[in-house]
């Protein structure tokens, strides 16, 4: 073991961790007592309106009341700023003067090896940077400008030339003392089997270093100036301090914006990480040539939860897309999991920020898809579904891919959605072949799922008067777009009383759904839901498309209005804990209003039959309803405080309906 626990003390010791937490966070003044090593903020890990972080300097432990978090020093580190634990310890060691224990003897000559391979490397960057300045370079420095690269991105990336000759960078390198052989390890320099004299392996090539998460060169792309060459695009093979499978581009530049923001983007080759980068996204990275892998996905999970991965639109794109979903899909977890976006045109994040700036590619990534629309979108295009035997066919499809889930709770909520997604996709496609059939013989084949399945003409939900209308409705749609809390709170959800048929009948089969069918395969027992069932589905399950209520004048709107509509807070991507919140609050208002309707019974059968019993009866109900009406305006006001701090900037009207939803 490296890293002894007595070292791990010594450096807590020295440094309190209130000094490491404070360069994230501000202090609360009113709860904060500095002399008792007693501190207070909002939690850095998940928004919050109060302070519910504490750091205890003493015990050298902080942990969030809010979220659950907890940590030490070290732990920090790797949770705001993506190292892992060796690094972490190292960073504090050497900032508090605490040596650290020397490896095994291997240990040491492996790491030399390796720096003096960075050390190489580096030796290359600079004779490449300088080559770059030269009058051999301006082909390259031509090719940079027609980019619209800048001066200072070409610094700060060290931009270089590799010249044609066959041994410009040896003969270079063999004057600062190193051999052929370390040239060779650190894949610069080709030695033939043929026992022909070694060469360079970049030549006539526009030159990017590769670094690694410290920010050590070890390894370069090249990028081709000639018309006719071939490959357009040449990395450095695996050596070993170069590993394509586990390195992505731009890791030691985005890591620390990423956590700031949020959020990484993932584009395809490193020229348009570079764009990306200049036009003021700096959290970018690319992969390198590769298909991804599990390192390279847990790499961009220490970055951010969700990163967005943004490919051309063209069919390479796609394909390159639907490559990483097989290789996401096994791995993803709990609050981690991609995001896509597919650039219009076949255009690549280069183009669009030169024709559009920066803005244009903001628009972009503003329209990302989860994984899972991209997945459902992959399987049903390509599948028919006229037949029984289709529709299972696609179904086994969803069901052994779902399976490759390894987590427990990501993999049943997957199951939950694509079941409904199903249901509802086998349920238009039977409506529609109906409607079209129907007096002239069997409908004509389609060809694909999405075609066959047109919306069925389902006709207009029922909008009932009753003040619980819109809680109900839009408790139907959030246990629709978030099931995990669905699952959670699936016992409240059966019992809570509904006032409306349509809603309770739409519960009940939900219900039925996700538990009483959980055996059963969806293509028996979809058209047993009856259309009522449907109805409110095909309304919700598409969030934030665009109906022909959408398009109504104002005031003439009588159908429901999706459950973004309704919440538009739910388009800023509030956090888990704010979603859990509204999901408990609409449940406390509804159990609130039946809490209501009992008491107004007992209170009829008082006139009827008045005793102690009676009257203690309404007295507890009404204690009760007090303390409940109490508590639903204290969250109530909560809930719409926060709304305000996630949409600021956002219209009075947007405000004022996100206050009368709560």
Avoid at 23 to 47: E, I, L, M, N, Y
Avoid at 438 to 461: H, M, S
Avoid at 568 to 592: G, I, K, S, W, Y
Wanted: proline share 5%; charged share 35%.
């Amino acid at each position: 073991m490296r890293f002894t626990p007595s070292l791990l003390d010594e450096i807590r010791a020295r440094l309190p961790l209130s000094e490491v937490v404070g360069r994230r966070v501000s202090w609360d003044r009113r709860k904060t007592q500095p002399a008792k090593g007693d501190f207070w903020a909002c939690c850095p890990f998940h928004q919050e309106k109060s302070p519910s972080f504490h750091v205890d300097d003493r015990r050298g432990r902080y942990k969030c009341f809010g979220c659950g978090v907890s940590g030490d020093h070290f732990r920090f580190l790797c949770e705001t700023e993506g190292l892992n634990f060796p690094e972490a310890v190292e960073r504090l060691a050497d900032e508090v003067g605490v040596s650290l224990p020397k490896a095994d003897p291997q240990a040491v000559r492996r790491e030399e090896r390796r720096a003096s391979l960075a050390d190489i490397c580096e030796m290359a960057a600079q004779f490449f940077q300088a080559e770059f300045k030269t009058s051999s370079g301006a082909q390259a420095r031509d090719y940079c400008a027609r980019r619209g690269l800048k001066a200072e991105t070409l610094k700060e990336f060290r931009f270089g030339f590799a010249p044609n000759g066959r041994d410009a960078l040896k003969r270079h390198l063999i004057s600062k003392g190193v051999e052929e052989g370390a040239m060779v390890e650190a894949g610069l320099v080709i030695r033939p089997e043929d026992g022909r004299a070694s060469y360079d392996r970049f030549r006539n090539r526009l030159m990017i270093p590769i670094h690694d998460d410290r920010g050590r060169v070890v390894a370069f792309g090249g990028r081709t100036l000639d018309p006719d060459g071939q490959p357009k695009y040449l990395n450095s093979p695996e050596t070993p301090i170069f590993h394509k499978g586990t390195m992505v581009f731009n890791a030691h530049r985005a890591r620390e914006p990423a956590f700031k923001s949020g959020q990484a983007i993932v584009v395809e080759g490193y020229m348009d990480a570079i764009a990306v980068w200049q036009a003021g996204l700096p959290a970018v990275l690319a992969t390198l040539g590769t298909a991804f892998t599990e390192d390279q996905i847990l790499r961009l999970w220490r970055m951010a939860s969700e990163p967005m991965v943004c490919f051309d639109g063209d069919a390479a794109g796609i394909s390159a897309a639907h490559r990483a979903i097989d290789r996401i899909l096994p791995v993803l977890k709990s609050g981690y999991s991609f995001q896509f976006v597919f650039l219009p045109d076949g255009k690549d994040p280069d183009d669009l920020i030169r024709e559009g700036g920066p803005a244009a590619l903001r628009s972009e990534l503003g329209r990302a898809r989860p994984l899972i629309d991209v997945l459902w979108e992959r399987e049903v295009s390509v599948s028919q579904i006229d037949t029984p035997e289709r529709k299972a066919a696609l179904e086994k499809r969803f069901e052994d891919l779902v399976r490759e889930i390894k987590d427990e709770r990501v993999r049943r909520r997957y199951q939950l959605e694509i079941r409904l997604r199903l249901s509802n996709l086998f349920f238009e496609q039977s409506r529609s072949l109906r409607d079209r059939g129907a007096g002239r013989g069997r409908a004509p084949f389609r060809g694909r799922a999405e075609r066959d399945a047109e919306p069925a003409k389902l006709g207009p939900v029922e909008r009932p008067d009753g003040p619980m209308f819109g809680t109900e409705r839009t408790l139907c749609g959030l246990c629709l777009k978030y099931p995990e809390f669905f699952e959670r709170y699936v016992e409240r959800i059966a019992k809570v009383a509904l006032h409306d048929d349509l809603h309770a009948h739409f519960r009940d089969e939900l219900c039925r759904v996700a538990t009483d069918l959980d055996s059963v395969r969806v293509t028996d027992f979809f058209d047993k839901l009856d259309d009522r069932f449907y109805r409110i589905l095909s309304e919700v399950a598409e969030m934030g498309s665009r109906t022909e209520a959408d398009q109504a004048p104002h005031g003439s709107r009588d159908r429901f209005q999706d459950l973004i509509q309704r919440l538009p807070v739910l388009r800023h991507d509030p956090p888990e804990d704010f979603v859990e919140n509204l999901f408990q609050h609409f449940l406390d208002v509804l159990e609130t209003r039946a809490l209501e309707q009992e008491l107004e019974q007992e209170l009829a059968y008082l006139d009827e039959d008045l005793d102690e019993a009676a009257w203690d009866r309404v007295r507890a109900l009404t204690q009760d309803l007090a303390r409940r009406r109490e508590e639903c305006a204290r969250e109530e006001q909560e809930l719409a405080e926060r709304g305000r701090k996630l949409r600021q900037g956002g219209s009075r009207r947007d405000l004022a309906v996100f206050a009368k939803a709560v």
